[in-house]
């Protein structure tokens, strides 16, 4: 693990095992399963962005990792479970139906794996996903996306089935005493864990005791589809290496299917405003170490634009020392993106910063001659020293006073929403990208217990 990058796990102890979790900002969470005795230890829903950090925990501890599960093909995020299997020769799981590339174990409805002396019981709980499994051990259920903290998993892709997701949860619930602690794979609240009492008690969706009220009801209003799905769905499922690069023609290509969202614009503030792709996010290369959770909330796999490329390839340096994955620079940058027919939109009441820079050059060269004539023939110099200057710029793609124009105090940004693109514009993923939007109101839905 880079040391630039630390993620404190949460850690608590749950009968007989351990448990830390590991939140991402995207809404993830990946988890650690220990039991102490033995020192075994099960890793599950790994984020590829986190990896290094539950690589580090395990070394540091001493234990070892026998089993490396996803609960689920995951439609938001690259999953990181094959790169933390090798590291330690795990057993990767998931269900047959994920068909995941480099599984050797597709666990049926009821088997038992084992820490030590401890079982970890494994059901299929199709509904989100034709594929999708539960965890349950030791008093807590490990519910992937399928019953989430307030909500439920949405199921108008992937092969979902609301019917099938109803069938699931009243089967976990009927199954599990009321006390069982709850570890969603998802949420995008912040929290980690609840239990399926309260559960009973405060989720909407379980007040939907007519099967087919809920099944219409989870149908009526699925929110947007994840960034970049397809390309994450053949990344999880073949196990393929996300590309250092994609030419721009690829990447009109993906902010045309929807994954602008999973653009990170890295130019200044000024470039940014005089010209932009409408969605995507903008963080400055040289904010980004001091904003790198801002960069993790963007769904991976993550372009990296700048005008031409160079800066990108800077980012993408910078971002892999912070710890995190599946970066892409996009080759040639904004100006081969409008090439190859990519729409961009610009903001009529900021002067780009190529227009400054001419601005500033041409008043410091015509400056150059009029002093060098009124004050000393020395003084041609300035003339001199800004031409070479525009030929350096020219030669490098690397212009000096385009970068202090940049931070000239008209050129910033202020208010909130800085760090992404205009207001009205999605400026990370959706956060419901793996939920269902809440109940429609007037749904029939039986009152809550009393407390």
């Known amino acids: 693990m880079n040391s630039q990058m630390t993620i404190t796990p949460e850690a608590e102890a749950v009968a007989n095992l351990q ?29 590829l962005d986190l990896v290094d950090p539950i690589a580090a925990e395990v070394r540091s501890e001493g234990w070892t990792l026998p089993y490396v599960v996803d609960s689920h093909t995951h439609a938001d995020h690259p999953s990181g479970a094959g790169a933390l299997a090798k590291q330690f020769s795990s057993t990767r799981i998931a269900h047959e139906k994920a068909h995941h590339s480099g599984v050797s174990r597709h666990p049926a409805d009821g088997d038992v794996l084992h820490l030590g002396d401890e079982p970890v019981t494994i059901h299929h709980a199709p509904g989100h996903t034709p594929d999708h499994i539960v965890l349950v051990a030791s008093g807590a259920l490990f519910a992937g996306d399928t019953l989430l903290i307030g909500g439920v998993a949405r199921t108008d892709f992937l092969g979902g089935d609301a019917g099938q997701l109803f069938d699931s949860v009243h089967r976990l619930l009927a199954m599990l005493p009321g006390e069982t602690t709850l570890y969603p794979s998802h949420d995008y609240n912040g929290q980690t864990k609840s239990t399926l009492e309260e559960e009973q008690q405060s989720n909407p969706w379980l007040r939907i005791e007519d099967r087919d009220e809920f099944v219409k009801s989870l149908t009526a209003n699925p929110p947007p589809k994840p960034a970049n799905m397809d390309d994450l769905l053949r990344l999880n499922r073949e196990g393929v290496d996300i590309p250092r690069e994609i030419s721009a023609q690829e990447a009109v290509e993906r902010v045309a299917q929807g994954g602008a969202a999973s653009i990170l614009d890295v130019r200044t503030d000024v470039e940014f405003q005089s010209e932009f792709i409408e969605g995507v996010v903008q963080i400055p290369l040289d904010q980004l170490s001091a904003r790198a959770d801002e960069a993790r909330a963007v769904p991976a796999p993550r372009l990296l634009l700048c005008r031409s490329g160079a800066r990108a390839e800077m980012a993408l340096e910078t971002l892999t020392k912070l710890g995190l994955s599946g970066l892409t620079v996009v080759t040639g940058g904004i100006d081969a993106y409008k090439q190859a027919g990519g729409a961009t939109e610009s903001s009529s009441s900021h002067m780009s910063l190529e227009r400054q820079v001419r601005i500033g050059a041409g008043s410091l060269v015509v400056a150059g001659v009029l002093l060098g004539f009124l004050v000393h023939p020395a003084l041609f110099g300035l003339s001199a020293f800004v031409g070479a200057g525009l030929v350096f710029a020219g030669v490098t793609d690397w212009c000096g006073m385009g970068l202090l124009l940049a931070r000239a105090p008209w050129n910033q940004r202020s208010g909130a929403g800085a760090s992404g693109a205009p207001a009205g514009t999605c400026a990370a993923s959706a956060p419901a990208a793996c939920a269902a939007s809440p109940p429609p109101a007037g749904t029939c839905a039986a009152e809550p217990p009393p407390r």
């Open 19 to 47: 448990v830390l979790v590991f939140q991402h900002p995207q809404g993830c969470r990946s988890f650690l399963i220990h039991e102490p005795t033995s020192g075994q230890t099960l890793a599950l829903d790994v984020h």
